[in-house]
């Protein structure tokens, strides 16, 4: 079986050594080129077979010229698969990287998962799954970042079908003071009723399709 071919877009030149290094080691992938630059990219997918792309989001001093980069390599070779790199996990920055053709998005900082996502991209089991339960869990954490630890725990138990006197029983809380943080809680998250709240959740961590 031949190995799965893995073309390198990054402007940090130690980085590229030092993944390049560690892609090789594995004994069915390797890296067929490393490229600095967008113009660069473009000419090697142009010229030169590959199965993944490894693109640096950030390239240059232009800001998320990855992704203008990825869509080119897109259009020229549509059976490549591209993983995105990013030393940051940002939330818009993923639903562009999904909008560009990406298969998937990893903190630089987590590269130790790039065998596997290689793989898993290669072999067509990777593309939406892992982007959009990160992107669902990183919805949910924008709706809930504003309660209290307490009224977080109230709120998970109310997702989970607990009852008011199930709570109650459950975090040893008074009836008043259940309620108390209830109606902190539903304020906060712009709603009426524990339903609503519930359903807004849900609802915002479901990722719809980027325009």
Avoid: C
């Avoid at 067509?124 to 709706?143: G, I, N, T, V, Y």
């Amino acid at each position: 079986m031949s190995a799965i071919r893995v073309f390198l877009v990054e402007d940090d030149l130690d980085w590229i050594k030092a993944i390049t290094t560690f892609i090789n080691r594995e004994t069915d992938m390797l890296v067929v080129g490393a490229v600095t630059n967008s113009a660069e990219a473009v000419q090697f997918a142009r010229t030169v077979a590959f199965d993944v792309v490894l693109m640096d989001i950030q390239l240059t001093d232009r800001k998320h010229e990855g992704l203008y980069t990825a869509l080119e390599i897109h259009e020229l070779v549509p059976k490549a698969k591209i993983i995105m790199l990013s030393s940051v996990n940002d939330e818009q920055v993923m639903t562009k990287a999904f909008t560009a053709g990406a298969v998937n998005y990893i903190e630089k900082t987590s590269f130790l998962q790039l065998p596997h996502a290689i793989r898993s991209a290669f072999h067509h089991s990777a593309p939406m799954d892992a982007l959009l339960k990160e992107f669902a869990r990183l919805k949910r954490e924008e709706q809930l970042k504003g309660l209290t630890a307490a009224e977080r725990e109230v709120f998970e138990l109310i997702e989970e079908g607990f009852t008011q006197s199930q709570i109650e029983r459950k975090l040893y809380k008074a009836e008043s003071t259940l309620k108390n943080q209830v109606n902190k809680m539903l304020k906060k998250l712009g709603v009426r009723s524990s339903r609503e709240a519930v359903e807004k959740v849900s609802r915002k961590g479901m990722p719809r399709n980027p325009e």
